[in-house]
């Protein structure tokens, strides 16, 4: 991807499948991650992040499923929003995807951004203004998760998230029902990501301007949001 891609939503194609490449400077662009409303309940879809923004004065511009949740729609995981610690980093083992370890974490801090293996995360002493965690790892140190199989056989739409530079965040979802190992190949490969995190699959969402709405058909839980303002 080139540079002039680092603004908005572009589409592309890798291995005959379609994404949604949305990435974002976040030195430069209003990013945050929601779960709960003024009055502690759960947002649960964009329209509702839109107008909780819009009541303050900013636009939605792009938003996304960030992070696995719970059937109150609240984190699983690590969940960090404005500096505010409301789920602890979660380390447990267990069945589904969040505990196909390594799983990760996903942060803002200041100007810089980024995506950590959980372990890594909880040494290195990161105080992040938002923070979710999911799992599991796409890519981990420029190597897919060792236990995703180019032969695997589910296939779903998914989206996931990666950091280059510190401070470039890039969000992917598949047009199309994508394998485990091809998605990430997209990350690695495609993106130039050292390190990629999956956020989900089945009920991934987005939400641009620029390319309009995908999915949503399910209440979300933990999203991450752009915005304007004036």
Known sequence: MNAAAYAGCVLQTYNSHSYTVCSFDVQTEHMELFNLDQNDIPLGNFDRLSQKLKADGRTLTFAMNAGMFDQNLR???????????TKKLNRRNGGGNFHLKPNGVFYIAGNRAGVMETDAYAKSGIKPDFATQSGPMLVVNNKIH?????????????????????????????????????????????????????????????????????????????????????
């Open 75 to 85: 984190p699983i995981g690590l969940y960090v929003e404005n500096g505010v610690e």
């Open 146 to 230: 060792p236990r995703l199989s180019p032969t695997g056989t589910s296939f779903k739409v998914r989206n996931g998230v990666c950091v280059v530079d510190d401070h470039k965040a890039m969000f992917a979802i598949s047009n199309d029902a994508v394998g485990f190992y091809d998605f990430a190949s997209l990350f690695k490969d495609q993106l130039g990501c050292k390190n990629a995190l999956f956020l989900d699959g089945s009920i991934s969402s987005l939400y641009s301007s620029e390319v309009g709405n995908f999915g949503g058909y399910v209440p979300l839980g933990p999203m991450v949001g752009v915005y304007t303002q004036p």
